[in-house]
């Protein structure tokens, strides 16, 4: 089992820059070797901004986020990160982290949402015009 706890949310301006952080802890650290975010806004499906493949270094990011927002993980800390930058209201929403073992994670479905057993319980982000 993986224990997924984000933090980091808040409030910004548009134009504004936030960073959302995400543990992922458990004594199998390659069920967590793949994780992702994916926000929800009210009314909306939850959607996929970004993930990375801790394995193959590599990153994937939505066409909506891509340019703005930053994954990367600290494998020190084992925290994961998503710097947000040039915010825009239309970012609002509940922001989830998710863990998986890369395992089947191909390029295809690393951003579905049913691949993923661990999930943290979301943080909110706000960004006001």
């Known amino acids: 089992q993986v224990q997924v706890v984000e933090s980091g949310g808040g409030s910004a301006q548009a134009g504004g820059s936030l960073t959302l952080s995400c543990s992922a802890s458990?004594?199998?650290?390659?069920?967590?070797?793949?994780m992702a975010w994916f926000r929800q806004s009210p009314g909306k499906e939850r959607e996929a901004v970004a993930a990375?493949?801790?394995?193959?270094?590599?990153?994937y990011y939505s066409d909506s986020v891509k340019g703005r927002f930053t994954i990367s993980r600290d494998a020190i800390n084992d925290t994961l990160y998503l710097e947000m930058t040039s915010l825009k209201p239309e970012d609002t929403a509940t922001y989830f982290c998710?863990?998986?073992?890369?395992?089947?994670?191909?390029?295809?479905?690393?951003?579905?949402?049913?691949?993923?057993?661990?999930w943290g319980q979301g943080t909110q982000v706000t960004v006001s015009s």
């Open positions: 998710a863990a998986e073992s890369c395992t089947g994670l191909t390029d295809e479905r690393i951003f579905l949402e049913r691949r993923y057993r661990f």
């Open positions: 458990g004594p199998n650290k390659f069920l967590s070797a793949c």
């Open positions: 990375l493949n801790t394995y193959l270094n590599k990153q």
